[in-house]
Structure formats: C-alpha cells, structure tokens
C-alpha cells in the first residue's frame, strides 16, 4: 500500500473479478446518489473501490453508511493524500490489480452508471477487448435543456475526431488510432494496466491522465474500441459554470484555464 494511503472497510479482503475505482472530493451533495447506480447493476459480481482525495463535506461518512446500508456489496474506502485525480484514479485501479481483480473500470463520483454499465463491461472483455472507451451522457437533473444536451453531445463527437488528428497524439510506435477515453467511464484489464503504466499520478490541471493513458496502451495492443453501449451519465457541473466553449477549452490542452478547477 502506498504509504500516503490508507483504507477501511475490509480493504485487505481479495477483490471480486471486476473492480471499479470511483475518485472522489468533496461529493456530499452527488455521491450517494453514484452507489445507489451501481447498487442497482444487473451485473453484480463487482467490488467499489472509493478513493477519498481529501474531502472536508462529509463525503466519507456518506459511503460508509451507504457501505452499513447494504452489506451485499463489496465496497471498499481508501483514502489518497496524494492531490490529483490521477493519484487517486491510480490508487483506485492498482487496489484491484493488487487484490485480484482481472478487470478494472472507473467512473467518478458525480456520476450515474446505466443500470447494464458492468455487464456490458463484461461483455466487452470478454469479446476480446483489453481497453474500454465508454459513452459519456449528461445527467439529465442538473438543469441542461434537451438542446444543450444534444451540443453537448456533439461536442463530444467533435472532440473525438480532433483528437485523432492532433499532432500530439501521432508518432512512432502507435499501433492503432487514438481512441479518446473518458476518465469516468472507462475499463481496462488488470494485465494491461499494470503493463502501460496505468493512470500517471497528476493533477487534473496539469495533465488529463485519460488521453495519456489511451495512448499508453496504444503502442502495446490494438484491442481497444468506443463501445456506446457502455454508458454513464455524467455531471454537467463545468459546462454550467464555465460554458460549452470554455470547456471544451479546458479539455484541449487547458486552453482555458480557471481559477478554480473543482466545481461544486
């Protein structure tokens, strides 16, 4: 275990085949509301493994009710001093690897997991598949009009596709095209993450760990594709506070650089 982590409920416990890293600062308001989507997975067979980045709302005493309150679920709390959604993504992913786990996944913890979200995570793996790039959705209860969704939604696309022509993600040794990764609604198996490197342990503001992780494993396996029917619902938070524009700023190499980075 790293030394700038610690862990509670029954973290040294072997993990289940399929186990998803959730990040986490400061989610009081949203993270419940994350466990009770994975709660209701069809798929069951998975351990949650929360990863506290230094909250100060009460975030963990949330998830360890949540733990009390359904003791049916292997869920697991660790705690990070490492600030970074990287370090705490990283954390989270080598819990699996280190425990057993044959496959990792991460969404975040303002997030909700479509009800089939980790079998067909499953069925992704078990088709072949060594990396999983899955469909990001706006929540639909923070106020973003059906418009804005659809924008958004199309910004997506369009991010996408100029992200397999920017020079930064071309050169040598790339053995297939760049595959944008959404941190929060990825998978991976437990032998390639521990092979590429996995999540390098940075801040947000400093390096987006998901594109330098999709092009790790680029250059060892072309086993990786978008599945859409890989969905999570995630929080427009940033585009509300910041605008569509802005953000998309902020994700193309933080063209767009706010004072504060972590919206709540």
Sequence with gaps: MNPAQSGSLGSLAPTRRLSVAVPMLNEAKLVRQTLESLAAQVEANFTVVVVDNGSTDGSCGIVEAFAAENPGMDIRLLHEAEKGTGAAADTGMRFGVDHGATWLA????????????????V??????????????????????????????????????FF???????????????????????????????HRSGGFPRTRIEDLHEDRALSNQVRKLTRNYA??????????SRRVKAWGLKNTLAWYADHRYRPEHVDIR
């Design 123 to 160: 069925a992704g793996f078990e088709a072949g598949l060594e990396l999983i790039a899955g469909q990001l959705v706006p929540r639909h209860d923070e106020g973003i009009t059906a418009a804005e969704r659809r924008m958004m939604l199309l910004a997506v696309e369009v991010a996408s």
């Design 106 to 121: 991460r969404t975040d913890a303002d997030c909700l997991a479509a009800s089939d979200w980790t079998a067909r995570i």
């Design 226 to 235: 978008l599945r859409r029917d890989v969905v999570v619902y995630g929080s």
């Design 163 to 193: 992200g397999r022509i920017r020079p930064g993600n071309k050169g040598e040794g790339y053995l297939g095209p760049y595959q944008m990764l959404p941190g929060c609604n990825m998978a991976i198996t437990s032998d390639m993450y």
